[in-house]
């Protein structure tokens, strides 16, 4: 029995998707729930699992763009984990016989299609260099678009030749680099000596090799190496069939250099320290490439600046009571919900409270229209590796205290590990962006279209304040509304704040709504 598996649905707004890399071949046994591909959208990369445990037919190669519920592959339910064994004999024999071979083909690999959006990448930085040997499906490079960066696999294995250097910009289907092919894996050290002379030439011969799998990294392994520097030859897998799993690669080291290759590197280190000695008072300058992602950026801030009539409007609140009632109730927070008590919690609370008093500011407009929501989902602001994303927290108006902060926590750590979905990152109608963690004292934050408001927190500071007549030393906060005016007034915007404020400066009353 066959069994089609097609292109899930990955988002209300995304219609089609790129196959980015196949981690399981044709005709290979995979099991139930085993990851078999990655496939890429023109906003996140996302795995696909085998629905059953059978022998895999692929139905698209690497590179093609498959519209959501088209069929990406078969699985044969009724094969058996023996027929891929008996498969990969005979391949293993010819291996042998010519372990090391050159084929004379010259495998030429082009910039593939990251989304139907985007027209050109960077190449941010190889992974291999310019003489390595190189295995089918190793990682070689990473590129950049303007909404992500992703990961160049080999299209086989070979000998690696750059054509593009870091930083260069190439349009999809550009050339990037080719690859040598060669037969029955890593050539020996006289083979490779002449052509590279790289540290490639050491690495293991794969004629052993009785499988795909042998020696191929896990999807969270080959990223885990990269980020070591280690590559999938220096290292032995203890998976199944010999593949490479994360556990090896956390466990697994990167061999010191040899200290004859070292000296050269060190003496002219010295000689350029040496020869240009920095001057105190000297006028050096360099010029880099804008990154696609900060291309992107910089258009989309521009583009919202010009087409919404953007304000802000500030506040201050005094968050003395707030911060007393943390220390007050903060270990037994911590103790009953296993999750710390923060400010976020405070800020989301009073933000949905104000939000369906004075409805605009939680609208947007479409076309002609204005669309008003009954529904709180506030977004908040968090600093990722790759740069500033935007969470979700659906239906903050009806979640307590507890339950905002441990979602509050959840998107962090997804956003921290980049694997945020397309889902949870989409779909706000209101943010909040805390800029004070950073030490802001004041600032005018930009609308997160298409949402018409965004609050800024900034930092608490003492201050004197004249209270009853009396000056107090009093813990401080700035808050500033930008909105657009088109579809809000300065009486609910500024309203729409003083509310904030009111709520934050006595908390008790988002316990009792009033």
Not at 336 to 360: D, I, R, Y
Request: charged share 25%.
């Amino acid at each position: 029995m066959s069994l089609e598996i097609k292109v899930p649905t990955v988002g209300e707004s995304i219609s089609e998707v790129t196959i980015g890399q196949w981690f399981k071949k044709d005709g290979d046994f995979v099991e139930m729930d085993e990851v078999i591909c990655e496939l890429e959208s023109d906003k996140a990369t996302f795995e696909l699992a085998a629905e059953a445990a059978g022998i895999l037919k692929t139905m698209a190669a690497e590179g093609d763009t498959l519209e959501i519920g088209a069929v990406i592959c078969e699985i044969n339910t009724d094969g058996q984990a023996g027929g891929k064994i008996e498969k990969s004999e005979k391949p293993a024999e010819s291996t042998s016989s010519s372990a090391g071979g050159k084929t004379g083909e010259m495998k030429d690999m082009i910039v593939p299609t990251v989304g139907e959006s985007i027209t050109e990448v960077t190449l941010a930085n190889w992974l291999k260099a310019d003489g390595d040997y190189v295995e089918l499906d190793e990682i070689i490079a990473e590129v950049d678009s303007d909404k992500a960066t992703f990961e160049l696999p080999a299209e086989a294995n070979g000998i690696l030749r750059h054509v593009a250097q870091e930083g260069d910009t190439l349009e999809i289907g550009g050339l990037i680099c080719k690859i040598e092919v060669m037969e029955g894996g890593a050539p020996t050290s006289e083979e490779a000596a002449p052509a590279s002379g790289s540290s490639a030439s050491s690495s293991v011969s794969s004629t052993d090799k009785d499988t795909y799998a042998t020696g191929h990294a896990s999807p969270a392994a080959a990223k885990i190496l990269a980020e070591k520097g280690i590559s999938a030859n220096e290292i032995k897998g203890t998976g199944k069939d010999g593949r490479i799993t994360k556990e090896d690669a956390e466990k697994a080291e990167k061999s010191a250099p040899k200290p004859a290759a070292a000296k050269p590197a060190e003496s002219k280190k010295e000689e350029k320290s040496e020869a240009a000695p920095k001057v105190a008072g000297s006028r050096d300058s360099r010029r880099e490439k804008m990154t696609s992602l900060r291309k992107t950026v910089s258009r989309r801030l521009v583009s919202v600046k010009n087409e919404t009539a953007m304000l802000t409007t500030f506040n201050e609140v005094n968050m003395g009571p707030i911060m007393e009632m943390r220390k007050k109730f903060k270990d037994q927070f911590k103790e009953k919900h296993g999750v710390n008590l923060g400010f976020m919690s405070f800020f989301t609370k009073a933000v949905c409270v104000a939000l369906q008093e004075w409805p605009a500011v939680n609208a947007q407009i479409d076309g002609n229209e204005i669309v008003y929501n009954d529904f709180c989902d506030i977004s908040i602001a968090v600093s990722a590796p790759k740069g500033l994303v935007v969470p979700v927290i659906r239906n903050a108006e009806a979640m307590s205290f507890e339950e905002i902060e441990k979602e509050v926590v959840r998107l962090a750590m997804k956003a921290r590990d980049n694997k945020l979905s397309i889902e949870e990152m989409t779909g706000g109608t209101f943010t909040l962006t805390n800029g004070g963690i950073f030490g802001s004292m004041m600032s005018t934050p930009i609308i997160n279209a298409p949402q018409s408001a965004i609050l800024g927190m900034h930092n608490i500071v003492e201050r004197p304040m004249a209270v009853n007549g009396e000056v107090k030393i009093l813990p401080m906060m700035y808050l500033a509304l930008s909105y657009d005016h088109r579809i809000i007034d300065g009486r609910e915007s500024v309203s729409f704040l003083v509310r904030v404020k009111q709520l934050l400066e006595d908390p008790t009353r988002l316990l009792f709504g009033v």
